[in-house]
């Protein structure tokens, strides 16, 4: 049984909103009850966290990890608050459940919500200092001599100047714990056609998301490298601007451009329709406009678009 779209057709039925989340807590599905509740239009909602976007900031962590604990109960009543487009607060009472065979999804289904209160004006309080095994974006300035490769220079994190602790030692072994460079060192890799040089990999330690390392010579004999690491909310983010950019670019129509996002994601046509409530035959229909728009000659193809 598709319980995505039982679950949608029952509430449409009924009136109640109702929303449909992955594993991850992303919203696959959300009806027009749960869309005119919150005033958002819904194609703000698809593909990003309920966290993300329904959840005030300072209840994102207590919130997560609530949906998480659903996966091992039939059932939970979850009352919160959720943020309407004008940034509203709005307080609702949840019956969420974790259905279907694997993969699993939740099933959240307002059943109470309150009048609207304004976000409290209050400071934002400070950011908490970085989880073990995180690490905050940083630069340094290494020797690409061949004697001293990689011997730091100068670090600075988040655009500060770090104690000169880190001075003198390797960077490879600084930051990578490596007693040799990196095998895909920016400045050690095949001569790139262009400076800067940057690579993508998987942050290391404990940390999650990917770091993007840029690699700039600086001089004879030196190099400045910089460290962004970007989590699955930021790719999330990414995703969907260049799905936006793409559609407005290539004029697709509102259901052209949902087709496209989830094409990208790799989804069949059938998945597609499930998730959109639409036949098979029209995803096909939207799918061979929008390829067209866009230049490509089969939805493989659009991966030469995308990266």
């Not at 095949?190 to 800067?196: D, K, M």
């Not at 949902?258 to 229909?285: H, N, Q």
């Amino acid at each position: 049984m598709d319980w995505s779209l039982t679950a949608s057709l029952l509430a449409e039925r009924d009136g109640r909103p109702i929303v449909v989340m992955d594993r991850r807590g992303r919203i696959e599905l959300a009806n027009a009850a749960f869309t005119s509740l919150l005033g958002r239009p819904r194609e703000e909602l698809l593909g990003r966290r309920w966290t993300e976007v329904c959840t005030p900031r300072e209840h994102a962590r207590e919130v997560g990890r609530a949906l998480r604990a659903i996966f091992t109960s039939a059932e939970h009543r979850l009352e919160t608050d959720v943020l309407t487009r004008d940034g509203a607060r709005l307080p609702v009472e949840l019956d969420v459940a974790a259905v279907g065979r694997p993969p699993l999804r939740l099933v959240a289904i307002v059943t109470r919500a309150s009048p609207p209160r304004a976000a409290p004006e209050r400071s934002v309080p400070p950011e908490p200092p970085p989880a073990p095994g995180t690490r905050r974006d940083l630069s340094y300035e290494i020797s690409t001599e061949l004697a001293s490769f990689g011997t730091l220079k100068a670090v600075w994190t988040d655009g500060q100047a770090r104690q000169e602790e880190m001075v003198g030692r390797p960077c490879f072994g600084a930051f990578a714990h490596r007693d040799a460079p990196c095998l895909d060192c920016p400045l050690t890799a095949a001569s790139p056609s262009s400076w800067p040089h940057t690579i993508v990999r998987q942050a290391s330690g404990h940390a999650e998301g990917y770091e993007v390392i840029t690699a700039t010579p600086t001089g004879a004999g030196t190099a400045r490298v910089g460290v962004h690491t970007i989590g699955d909310d930021t790719l999330s983010g990414l995703f969907e601007a260049k799905v936006r950019r793409m559609a407005s670019a290539a004029r697709l129509s509102e259901r052209e451009g949902d087709v496209l996002r989830y094409l990208a994601l790799g989804r069949s046509p059938t998945g597609i329709s499930t998730v959109l409530g639409i036949t098979e035959r029209m995803v096909k229909f939207h799918q061979a406009n929008l390829l067209r728009k866009l230049g490509a000659e089969t939805r493989y193809d659009l991966l030469r678009l995308f990266f």
